[in-house]
């Protein structure tokens, strides 16, 4: 018997209809579900389409799993991550952090059921256990599902003398009634909850959630808000720019959301990862925790937010579009500290706040540069505020596409996702279609902006800005395509083959190998008509060409996909 139909499934059923023609339009119904719900699981990180889309697995052997995210210390892992690098031992990362698994399934059916719960059981009993090889696996689950994995049981294995935190979080996600759901599916997820902390060491937390039709809209209608009210103390102000003493609770109240939670989004132009218990973390948690030590504010730099407006009333601060883009340890560690209890003498104690009230970018990079020099910080890390990547940014705009150099910003500004492309996509496609490497774009997602040599290969001044913004749309064009029925793709062709059809789109258009991102302006001048058939024919020959590569040796299509003799195998076969 069909569930009745509510007002909240209703909502919630018009509002996916309307994400899924703006977002992933090509993609089914079914598929275009589980990135929804997805990304209402993981709303808090505030992931772009790209991160979600990388996490998809359900496509045929996928043991009841639709997606898997990895998170280390509040980053999403990849194979590109620095944490898996050779040259990395486990005493250069932080201890006791923070090592989160999510898995996410998700049916468009509303209803939860018994045998979803159990096929998640089965699977998860058997990917987690670190004595089972994945390898031995690969005949019952399909390789999207085992490599996501893998980044996990990587992650765990590499960290376990670190003593992480590990958090399991599984989300069921349908258009259902929680209120109403069977009590044998509540047997069934504590069922599966135990046999989840059974394969843990003690300590280990694990969470199973069912979100319904009321659970989906409630997440899909929260809001990051970046118009926030500021307590303090005393003030100086010049200008448009303010200098004030805040009590320590009243800036953890600024950072924190109802729920006790750290606002992530208020530090998506912060240049900086948050490092940790690391010597300078550690002597700020130290002077927090002693009563006999100075004011906190004598010994720390404090903090820099921007915002478009700051306006004062009584002794708070009104801020209008806040960005923290100074003092992410500071306040790191002020949350680790305070979370536990905001208590005086700790919360009464002062924090030097610096207030930038503009709305211009170019001011906006250079106080993100300034206030991120008085420490060392990589220069990969301030890439963002570079003069090409402004340009960029502007030439994108005036056409009519975003380039979200700023995380987040144009996400948050409520414009088209289909034509908003981020720094880290962008090097991709260039590496992919201007250097022909979709093998480096592949497999070095995150490297890319870190190596000097390999960022002014990509991003040099002296290529055209319009070759930006074509590779930006040519690579858009052949992810929606590869999501199209017409495809007929697997979720392994999606995830790993879009850079190698990219590159294989410019051979045909350029009528040969591309070395430099500047040949691609005679492709973009050509003006040539992307259409689905075009892409189809450039997606056969590859399929071929793949499947006659991986015949001829001992690998997989992952790792295929991100090796360069794979790519020279194509362009030989190719005759380029």
């Not at 924190?256 to 606002?263: A, F, S, V």
């Not at 010597?279 to 504010?297: A, K, M, Y």
Request: charged share 25%.
């Amino acid at each position: 018997m069909p569930a009745p139909q509510t007002n909240a499934r209703t909502l919630l059923t018009r509002i996916f209809e309307s994400w899924h023609q703006e977002n992933v339009p090509q993609s089914s119904g079914d598929t275009a579900f589980e990135i929804f719900a997805s990304e209402l699981s993981l709303r808090p990180y505030g992931l772009g389409l790209e991160n979600i889309q990388d996490g998809i697995v359900g496509s045929g052997q996928d043991g009841g799993i639709d997606s898997i995210f990895t998170f280390w210390d509040d980053n999403l892992l990849d194979e590109d991550s620095d944490l898996f690098s050779e040259h990395r031992r486990p005493s250069d990362f932080s201890q006791e952090r923070l090592l989160e698994l999510w898995v996410i399934q998700a049916k468009r059916s509303a209803s939860f059921e018994e045998a979803a719960l159990d096929k998640l059981e089965n699977t998860l009993r058997r990917i987690l256990d670190l004595n089972q090889d994945l390898d031995g696996l690969r005949g019952l689950y399909n390789e999207s599902l085992l490599s996501r994995v893998d980044l996990f049981r990587r992650a765990w294995e590499k960290l376990l003398v670190r003593r992480p935190k590990i958090s399991v979080n599984i989300v069921y996600a349908t258009p259902g009634d929680v209120q109403g759901v069977a009590p044998q599916v509540l047997v069934k997820k504590g069922m599966l909850r135990q046999a989840l902390l059974d394969l843990f060491p003690p300590g280990a937390a694990v969470q199973c959630d069912l979100l319904g039709d009321r659970e989906l809209l409630a997440r899909y209608n929260e809001k990051p808000s970046y118009a926030l009210p500021m307590k303090f103390q005393e003030n100086a102000t010049s200008g448009n720019s303010h200098v004030a003493l805040v009590r320590l609770a009243d800036y953890f109240d600024l950072i924190t959301d109802e729920h006790g939670k750290l606002r992530r989004y208020l530090f998506d132009w912060n240049v900086r990862d948050y490092q940790g218990p690391v010597t300078v973390n550690q002597e700020i948690r130290r002077t927090l925790e002693n009563p006999d030590s100075p004011e906190f504010w004598w010994l720390n730099n404090g903090v820099t937010i921007i915002c478009s407006d700051a306006t004062t009333g009584g002794k708070t601060y009104t801020l209008t579009d806040i960005q923290i883009v100074n003092g992410l340890q500071t306040s790191h560690t002020i949350y680790e500290v305070l979370r536990g209890g905001r208590e005086a003498p700790i919360g009464d104690r002062m924090l030097l706040v610096r207030i930038i009230s503009t709305t211009d970018r170019k001011t906006r990079d250079q106080v993100i540069r300034a206030t991120n020099r008085q420490t060392p910080v990589n220069d990969a890390s301030l890439r963002a505020t570079d003069e090409i990547q402004r340009n960029i940014e502007d030439y994108f705009f005036v056409n009519g596409w975003y380039y979200d150099r700023r995380k987040n910003f144009y996400k948050n500004e409520g414009k088209d996702p289909a034509k908003i492309i981020g720094i880290p996509l962008l090097g991709q496609a260039l590496t992919a279609m201007g250097l022909c490497r979709p093998d480096k774009a592949r497999g070095k997602p995150s490297s890319l902006l870190k190596n000097d040599d390999d960022y002014l290969q990509v991003f040099n001044p002296k290529v055209d800005l319009s070759v930006f913004l074509w590779a930006a749309q040519t690579q858009r064009k052949v992810d929606v395509f590869l999501h199209s029925e017409l495809a007929n793709a697997t979720q392994g062709e999606r995830n790993n083959l879009k850079f190698h059809l990219s590159m294989l789109v410019v051979v045909e258009l350029a009528g040969g190998t591309i070395y430099d991102p500047q040949q691609l302006k005679g492709v973009v001048g050509a003006d040539a008509q992307l259409d689905p058939q075009f892409l189809e024919k450039r997606l056969d020959v590859l399929k071929e060409l793949t499947r006659s590569y991986l015949q001829s040796g001992n690998t997989t299509l992952e790792k295929a996909a991100k090796s360069q003799q794979f790519t020279n195998f194509i362009l030989g076969r190719l005759g380029t």
